[in-house]
C-alpha cells in the first residue's frame, strides 16, 4: 500500500521516515532537481522535477507519475522546450592515455586521493 504524499505536489514520491535511499540507506527529503538524459535525440534537460533525494549519496527518486511524465518527455511527446542550450563536448581519451603512458615510463603513476606513487 503506498503513503499518501504529505504536500500539496502530487507528483513528489511519498514522504515519511520509511523513504531511505535503496542504495546507501540514508534519509531521503523532498527536492525539485534538474536532470539530464541521453536520448536518440541528443541531450535533454529536464527542469523543475519533483523528487526524493538521498542526503547520503544524492541519488534522485521519481514517483510513479512524474517517472511516466519524463518517459513521454523522452519517448518523443510534442511538448515544447523552454529554451535550447550549447553543451560543449570534451574528451579524455587521448590526454588520459598519453598522460598515463607517460607517467608510466617515469615512474610517476599516482594514485587518486593520495600522495603515493607507482
Known amino acids: 500500500m503506498t503513503e499518501a504524499p504529505t504536500s500539496d505536489n502530487q507528483n513528489c514520491p511519498p514522504a515519511g521516515a520509511d523513504m531511505r535511499c535503496?542504495?546507501?540507506h540514508a534519509d531521503t527529503r523532498e527536492a525539485v532537481?534538474?536532470?539530464a538524459f541521453w536520448t536518440?535525440?541528443?541531450w535533454m534537460i529536464v527542469q523543475e522535477?519533483?523528487?526524493r533525494v538521498c542526503e547520503g549519496c544524492g541519488e534522485q527518486f521519481y514517483s510513479e507519475a512524474?517517472?511516466?511524465q519524463?518517459?513521454?518527455l523522452l519517448d518523443g511527446s510534442p511538448a515544447k522546450a523552454k529554451r535550447?542550450?550549447?553543451v560543449p563536448v570534451f574528451s579524455l581519451a587521448?590526454?588520459?592515455h598519453t598522460a598515463t603512458r607517460k607517467m608510466q615510463r617515469d615512474g610517476r603513476v599516482r594514485f587518486p586521493g593520495s600522495s603515493k606513487t607507482a
Do not use: D, F, I, M
Open 40 to 42: 536518440e535525440r541528443g
Open 22 to 24: 535503496e542504495y546507501c
Open 94 to 96: 587521448r590526454k588520459s
Open 70 to 72: 519524463l518517459q513521454e
Open 49 to 51: 522535477v519533483p523528487a
Open 33 to 35: 532537481v534538474q536532470s
Open 66 to 68: 512524474t517517472t511516466r
Open 84 to 86: 535550447h542550450v550549447l
